[in-house]
């Protein structure tokens, strides 16, 4: 049986668990306030709140409710536009209505949920953040100007945010209805694990939902996204260990993370989209096996490991470049799941870089992106070097040859150009959607020489590499 | 001006037509097509979907007791094919089921029979073909032919313009049922309530007066709802008088995207030519108008894009064609313009050549041709109260 609460209510339902929970919300519970676009986490119509409880403190992010199987809401308060209605209207929603940020209003709840969201998230509210927000969120007749002056409207009313006392201080400011404030006492007496033996091991669900909603609603699955043994990411000395259902938010947010690598929230930025973040997982993004996946390229650039459990237990570990056999192919057991991903914490003098060009630069799936971590020592001798990329080949290549020949030898733009024919040699794009062989070609190659140019501004020049 | 209806969208309690919520015994219908652009039809095997629990009933073509048709300008469009398949997408037929998981499985198990046919997508290809929607249309003024003699600079070229998607965010549906003494009430997601109505008339053969068309609102049509949204309401209508009960369709977005028409595609050819102070003595351009499969609101939008065909500029010479392109692409349809920005950039178009061929900024030819009041349309229409060249002046 799964529970939990749905705005001021608790839900316990034997219903299908690979139900989505969008279907659940307008069909199951007639809350027809949140709307269906896309079924694709595409649109932004269909976002609701989910919140957690972390250690007595209550954390909402907004999430596809189309791509949300319901097993994954196990324990969490759900939250649809119906739960955000004050006694006439929050100050988000008064915001849209007074900057005319509704026209045809279907998109409007969505909007207003993910808006709602960061007024609970932020710390330090500011207009961009606030846009930002949205950004899995599709508006066909206002042209966006008229949602950012709401953003700016909402961002105003939330200076003086007591962090502290954050559910009491937006309730007491109108942000969301009071009733919020029992809700961390509510959830807590609600059974933590849901009860799981399915078969086929499910994370996020933000991929496999795009298009097997049919089926996996009738299908045996494990959950594992509320699974409280795979929470977190850790760390020992000398690694960083990410948990399988860390999702993509956690895993760019992560503080440790943020102040080991300069940049980490604007590569988060070209990921996907903010309410897919929340709910899609880092491991289920490597199980996924797309050639393209930007979160796989990113651990492959930096020579991460798994650990593969079976029943439970850690069974083996594998590196992540010898994860990938072929298109889709996994050298994984159907019983085995990625239960831990690790890698090594860089060392002070490495640098780390990622790249991505797709048809749009937000919310879109790569044509090509890449991602290298290098150390120099005196002299600029390469001691350490890897080296990934995406959309180029049947799988998430790590160029092992490309890394091999360049290591141990002085760093110049004239060893650069000569290891981009190694580069070159290594991948197989082929024309698609994306673009055509060629193209992707000569993507991988500027990619390639702006990781160095990027890391290495004064000693890596542009003339001098084309 | 604050929208009324405002304090309900930021709420949630604006009712969609997939909000209402559901009369018990409601059926669901999805429909279905094949994965071919041009074919002759053979047979639909139809006997594994029909056989499935919740499987209530197939309707095509054959089960259409008025009239096959839902042409709007033209009657060249039938509701369901029969006999051939013109574009991608074209719909076969609808299933009826308890549920729209058990219509999408039954799709699955559908087969039909074709023999696939030349395929043309190209609009020129089409019009050298003669394949075209409607006799060809063109406007004159004055006499290009003579003038060229008298420009300074003549320059040509061709530009092609691409289709593009309304993206509603609410997708294409209707809701169908029946009242007493065969009466029907249809909520539709429709820009064309009336449309919707003549056109259920003429395919189920019932006075007008017993279709009661309820549209509260849409989420977004942009043109997109304005011809298109009616085939389904006429589909849902027709399952409803069949079986005598609710009947609901809500295109998923891929089968919306797959079926429905976008804004025209268009190729064109331009000669334009100037006097050497940049006055524009003469213009001719032939639009070839990529309409699709049937007619839809193509001839309209067709005349849009001659009427905007010198934009905001007047030219003492002038002559454009235009040939709407019968191709095999779901029918093209009204999208915001309406035909009018396609005739707009190819004269852009063609005015960026001529700058970037004599390395001055393209405004200096557009602010010297701005329409003035006394000017002349190439339809005949005298130019009154323009603002063109004030509005120039506070942008500048």
Redesign the interface.
Known sequence: MIEFILNNETIRTELSPGMTLLDFV?YEA???????????GD?G?CTVLLGKLNDQRIEYSSATSCLTPLANVHGMHVV???G??TEG?NV???A??DS?G????????GF?TSLCAYALNCEKANVSEAVGSMDGN????TGYKSIERAAALVTEKLQGKDQNQSLNWLTNHNFIPSYFEDIPEKLSQLPASLVNKGHTAIGGGTDLFVHHQ?EL?ESSLNFLFRKKELFGIEFSETECIVNASTTATEFFENSRLVSIFPGWHSVMKLVSSTPIRNIGTVAGNLANASPIGDLTIILLGLNAKVVLSVNDFPFRTVKLSDLYLGYKKLNKKESEIISQIKFDLPEKDALFHFEKVCKRKYLDIASVNTALQIRLKDENIIIEIHCSIGGVGPIPMYLKKTAEFMKGKKLSPALIKESVEILQAEISPISDARGSADYKRLLARQLYFSHFHTMFPDMIKLEDLL | MINIDAHNHVSGKSIYLDDIIEWKGTLYALPFDVPVAHAKLGQIHMSGALSMAGVIAIFTAKDIPGKNQIGGIIADEPLFAEGEIHFWGQPIGIIVATSERICRLAREQIKIDFTALPVITDPREAQAKNMLICPPRNFQMGDVNSAWDDCEFVFEGEVNINGQEHLYIETQGAYARMKEDGSILIASSTQGPTAVQRTISNVLDIPMHKIEVDTVRLGGGFGGKEDQATGWAVMVALAAQKLQKPVKMVLHRMDDMRMTGKRHPYSADFKIGLSSDLKIIAYEATFYQNAGAAADLSPAVLERTLFHATNAYFVQNVHVTAFSCKTNLPPNTAFRGFGGPQGKFVIEAAITKVAESLGIPASDIQKRNLLQDGDEFSYGQIVDQCEAQNAWNSCE
């Open positions: 307008r007639n809350l027809r306030g949140t709307k269906i676009g896309c079924r694709e649109c119509a649809s536009i119906e955000l209605n209207l988000v929603q008064q849209f209505v005319s509704t026209q045809c209003g279907f998109c409007t709840p207003v599709i508006c066909r007749c049919d609603q």
